[in-house]
Antibody, heavy 126, light 107 residues
Framework: QVQLVESGGGLVKPGGSLRLSCATSGFTFSDNYMTWIRQAPGKGLEWVSY????????YYADSVKGRFTISRDNAKNSLYLQMNSLRVEDTAVYYC???????????????????WGKGTTVTVSS | DIQMTQSPSSLSASVGDRVTITCRAS??????LNWYQQKPGKAPKLLIYGASILQSGAPSRFSGSGSGTDFTLTISNLQPEDFSTYYC?????????FGGGTRVEVK
């Protein structure tokens, strides 16, 4: 079955860096957009970034633009998030998810995050 | 950026109740609206996509409606396992955005 497993979280000081990984299995990784979402302690969900199957299309939330870099290795079925210049407010559980779509009977194509990993915790603190 | 506003932020209900959660977009998003359920300490789970299409495996007591800027998630005959937090999310344009969440609690 489809499985996503995040790793790489931990405790880092403000200004530091961390690289998150998301290992995937059970589906054709290279055919699918992938996305990162985070959730600060006791807060709601915040989308971070997504990347297309071939890596040509990438978007970031304004809150991480210029500091975070999303990438993928289709040969390894893995997704990454390089996080630099970390801030206290980046403290969160980081989830990777598939960002897939399908056609409705109306003919419209809809995208959604249908498979999620369990998350990895990033704590930024001095 | 498209802002998503959910209401209420929390509600109390009993097993068997009918519950309605609303989500409003700051501009038209057609039907590009998804609903997720999240239980404490767990990853979110997709319930509905395209505003009204039930995700495979999601119980039929969940339904969604709306288009443009106003959307609703309805849970008919609330079950014990439905006490959770629910989020709407627009996939019309990046940056993708979530609503603030609605916590459904036991009355």
């Amino acid at each position: 079955q489809v499985q996503l497993v995040e790793s790489g979280g931990g405790l880092v000081k403000p200004g530091g860096s961390l690289r998150l990984s998301c290992a995937t299995s059970g589906f054709t990784f290279s055919d699918n957009y992938m996305t990162w979402i985070r959730q600060a302690p006791g807060k709601g969900l915040e989308w971070v970034s997504y990347i297309s199957g071939g890596g040509a299309t990438i978007y970031y939330a304004d809150s991480v633009k210029g500091r975070f870099t999303i990438s993928r290795d289709n040969a390894k079925n893995s997704l990454y998030l390089q996080m630099n210049s970390l801030r206290v407010e980046d403290t969160a559980v980081y989830y990777c998810a598939t960002y897939r779509g399908s056609y409705a009977t109306s003919g419209y194509y809809y995208y959604y995050m249908d498979v999620w990993g369990k998350g990895t915790t990033v704590t930024v603190s001095s | 950026d498209i802002q998503m506003t959910q209401s209420p932020s929390s509600l109390s209900a009993s097993v068997g109740d009918r519950v309605t959660i609303t989500c409003r977009a700051s501009q038209s998003i057609s039907s590009s609206l998804n609903w997720y359920q999240q239980k404490p300490g767990k990853a979110p789970k997709l319930l509905i996509y395209g505003a009204s299409i039930l995700q495979s495996g999601a119980p039929s007591r969940f339904s969604g409606s709306g288009s443009g800027t106003d959307f609703t998630l309805t849970i008919s005959n609330l079950q014990p396992e439905d006490f959770s937090t629910y989020y709407c999310q627009q996939s019309h344009n990046p940056p993708l955005t979530f609503g603030g969440g609605t916590r459904v609690e036991v009355k």
